[in-house]
């Protein structure tokens, strides 16, 4: 099954299971697409801006010293609920 529909699949099963967090998940991202930012974020084939972040070990890191490693793939984890 294509990924866009197993996504619509799991979101109409979640709606019908808690509505109302639904509508806040709706809501939200229609005043997050309002707001503007779309028109700032990165878009595909755009270079990422030179960062320094914490990995996992809590050691900084770069973008810059990645890539003089190789081509580089970013994770954004969310962490604890």
Not at 43 to 49: D, Q, S, W, Y
Not at 53 to 66: A, C, D, K, Y
């Amino acid at each position: 099954m294509p990924l866009a529909k197993t996504l619509r699949r799991l979101k109409e099963h979640s709606a019908e299971k808690n509505p109302a967090l639904a509508e806040l998940v709706d809501r939200s991202t229609r005043e997050l697409r309002e707001s503007g930012i779309m028109e700032q974020v990165l878009k595909v084939g755009n270079a990422a801006p030179p960062f320094d972040l914490r990995n996992i070990r809590g050691e900084s890191v770069t973008l810059v010293e990645l890539l003089e490693q190789g081509p580089v793939a970013i994770s954004f984890y969310r962490g604890k609920w």
